[in-house]
């Protein structure tokens, strides 16, 4: 959204961390914009809006969403796959075939158009429910919040769901 690449990033990679500490510690962080992207789902079934954050951002949200991560990866079921670090499709996949010489079923869930939709009062209670860290709390708020940058240049206000393609969007959803 910034304009700013990993590789400008990474070029003054101690100060630019440095910057992202100082004001999520301080509680004077507030994210940009995210910046929404359009792509094709596959098999053509139509397209999927990405909110894709600025670097320094991203850098935010990977540290709050290893925090979450931290506490709500050990109450998982161990069938659970989606979005989870170090679990893939394949691996679920594999784990259907090694259920399915027990059971001749299999349950799937997929809620349509979840992201787009998901309530906010459920995802902060969720997160509440899951953490005492005050600066947590205060950033999912802020993310929740933060504008979509439409490629038309508008900025779209939101009311409910998180983009798809941020960091913080996988633990927020899980701890739903």
Excluded at 47 to 75: N, S
Excluded at 80 to 103: F, I, M, N, Q, T
Aim: charged letters at 25%.
């Amino acid at each position: 959204m910034d304009g700013q690449s990993i590789e400008d990033f990474e070029k003054d990679l101690k100060n630019n961390l440095y910057k992202v500490w100082n004001r999520m510690s301080s509680g004077s962080y507030f994210p940009p914009p995210v910046r929404a992207v359009e792509i094709p789902k596959p098999h053509g079934g139509g397209t999927r809006m990405l909110g894709i954050p600025a670097v320094a951002d991203r850098v935010a949200q990977t540290v709050v969403a290893r925090h979450l991560m931290r506490r709500v990866d050990p109450i998982f079921h161990p069938d659970s796959y989606g979005y989870r670090p170090g679990r893939s499709a394949l691996d679920a996949v594999e784990r259907c075939r090694e259920r399915c010489w027990k059971r001749d079923w299999v349950v799937e869930f997929d809620i349509t158009k979840f992201f787009d939709s998901v309530p906010w009062d459920l995802l902060v209670k969720a997160v509440e429910a899951h953490t005492d860290a005050v600066w947590v709390k205060l950033y999912v708020r802020r993310w929740l919040h933060a504008p979509l940058a439409m490629p038309d240049g508008s900025l779209l206000e939101r009311e409910c769901g998180t983009p798809q393609g941020a960091p913080i969007t996988p633990p927020t959803q899980w701890v739903t």
